[in-house]
């Protein structure tokens, strides 16, 4: 059974950082392309970071320079830093992972405040 739980998630004040994590079992890990995306109230869900198998790393626009994704291929792991966050960053957060299958975690919250 395929497992991804988030962690991490919480409120933060605008210029403030955090650090979302992602635990994946059920999965061959090292093989998956693995992604933060979010989803704000009433807008479709968007892709925030992915990091390749192989470690290239993609970013939306919005968060360049704000925001870095690792990943761990031995705790098999992957984390989303935060940093400078702006209220526009408020959304629910979801772990993804592509390759066998489309698979998702179960979200987590993230607040920014003014």
């Known amino acids: 059974q395929v497992q991804l739980v988030e962690s991490g998630g919480g409120l933060v004040q605008t210029g403030g950082s955090l650090r979302l994590s992602c635990a994946a079992s059920?999965?061959?890990?090292?093989?998956?392309?693995m992604a933060w995306y979010r989803q704000a109230p009433g807008k479709p869900r968007e892709l925030v970071a992915r990091i390749s198998a192989g470690g290239d790393t993609t970013y939306v626009d919005s968060v360049k320079g704000r925001f870095t994704i690792f990943r761990d291929n031995v705790k098999n792991t992957v984390a989303l830093q935060m940093t400078s966050v702006k209220p526009d960053d408020t959304a629910v957060y979801y772990c993804n992972a592509q390759f066998s299958g489309n698979y998702w975690g179960q979200g987590t919250q993230v607040t920014v405040s003014s």
């Open positions: 059920g999965i061959l890990f090292t093989i998956h392309h």
